[in-house]
């Protein structure tokens, strides 16, 4: 199912029920006399339904450019590289702020450079060994 159909009917399904808490909120609001009274009704029903008619203006918005960058074929801007893209050589990946061999704390399944800053301020921190370790998804202490 493409996004842009998804896009319009969550803004559809949310303009909608924003409505319907508005219609809710102003009904509620209208046989009140005071307006101590009428606050809860503006509170749970009225602001609620103006937000979720803003998103859905939102989403219906984002739709109808998506549809439209579509049909004049236009393709959508990539959130990533382009596929085919070369990948960053290995060459070219700054070098490890430390030498020093990995890390991991007692029972950790991650190994860590010295400096990461999962480990760093850990006494605890022990050498990685011949342990079958994963690298760190922050240090990322692999290849060296």
Known sequence: MPTS?????????????????????????????FAERQLPYLASCTAPGAALIVAGAVLV?????????AADGRAPVPAGPEPGAEAPAAD???????TDPPVRVPGGTLAHRPDCPLVADR??????????LDPCPVCEPWPR
Do not use: F, H, Q, T
């Open 5 to 33: 159909r998804v896009l319009l009917w969550a803004g559809v399904a949310a303009v909608a029920g924003g409505a319907v808490l508005c219609v809710l909120g102003w009904y509620g609001i209208s046989g009140e006399r």
């Open 123 to 132: 006494p605890d921190a022990e050498p990685g060994g011949e342990a079958e």
């Open 92 to 98: 070219d990946a700054p070098p490890p702020s430390s």
């Open 61 to 69: 918005a984002g739709a109808v450019l998506s549809s439209n960058r």
